[in-house]
């Protein structure tokens, strides 16, 4: 069984005094456990809203998605049971980092933890373990702004892998870097997690998307696989 599963996702938009505007049309998708998958395309295919999605942050117009055969959007209870899977199960890597400007790396690393869905014995230690496997060891007392770009998608990389996520979405982890330390990210976002997880990639590094077991193109609101 798929770990997670999109299932007939379709996400439209309406403009003031417009008609709706279509993204996503009848998008599925299935990731196996431990498989990785990149999503590629032009700017405005809506990948970043179908990552969204896939992690709970957005809802689709209609369609659902599935992380371990619980859904997120249908049925009784559903925002609750997404929160919690989401906490439980899902690592988000973000192009523009997002980490919290007034709290140090380690209490960066540390926000997963902090939701209570997952016991993790001696959380701060794990926390500095996972910066000291990204290179940051003599850095746990910073600030992200004391940090380069580099170093700060390190500290991301380190928060989505806290709870030993059976998912990570990463929204193009690398478009803010130069190609070297792109590279250095990729490199450690495949080696740094001591649990294999499923993998779902926007990005636009051609580079990137070739270290994927599977590349597929968002293409006027469709998921094909990518001409690679």
């Known amino acids: 069984m798929a770990v997670l599963e999109a299932k007939n996702v379709a996400k439209s938009y309406r403009l003031p005094g417009q008609r709706r505007i279509p993204v996503l049309q009848d998008v599925s998708l299935a990731v196996e456990a431990g498989e990785h998958v990149a ?20 809802k689709p117009t209609s369609g ?5 055969g619980e859904s997120f959007f249908c049925g009784f209870g559903a925002s609750r049971r997404r929160n919690r899977l989401r906490a439980a199960k899902i690592g988000f890597v973000f192009q523009s980092f997002h980490l919290m400007p007034e709290l140090d790396i380690v209490e960066n690393v ?32 910073h600030l992200p702004a004391e940090l380069s770009g580099g170093e700060q998608q390190r500290v991301a990389l380190a928060r989505a892998l806290m709870c030993s996520p059976e998912v990570v979405l990463a929204d193009e982890p690398t478009g803010n ?13 495949f080696e740094v997690s001591e649990t294999p997880f499923a993998l779902v ?10 270290m994927c077991d599977r590349v597929l193109t968002l293409d006027g609101g469709r998921l094909v696989p990518a001409d690679v």
């Open 64 to 68: 659902d998605v599935l992380l371990d």
């Open 201 to 210: 990639m926007v990005t636009h590094s051609s580079e990137a998307a070739a």
């Open 110 to 141: 540390l926000l997963p933890s902090m939701t209570g869905a997952v016991r993790i014995k001696s959380p701060r230690t794990r926390a500095k373990d996972l910066l000291a496997k990204v290179g940051l060891a003599d850095r746990f007392d």
């Open 39 to 58: 999503v590629v395309g032009r700017s405005g295919a809506g990948k970043t809203t179908f990552l969204n999605i896939l992690g709970g942050l957005d």
């Open 177 to 189: 870097l130069d190609k070297l330390t792109g590279a250095e990210i990729m490199k450690l976002l």
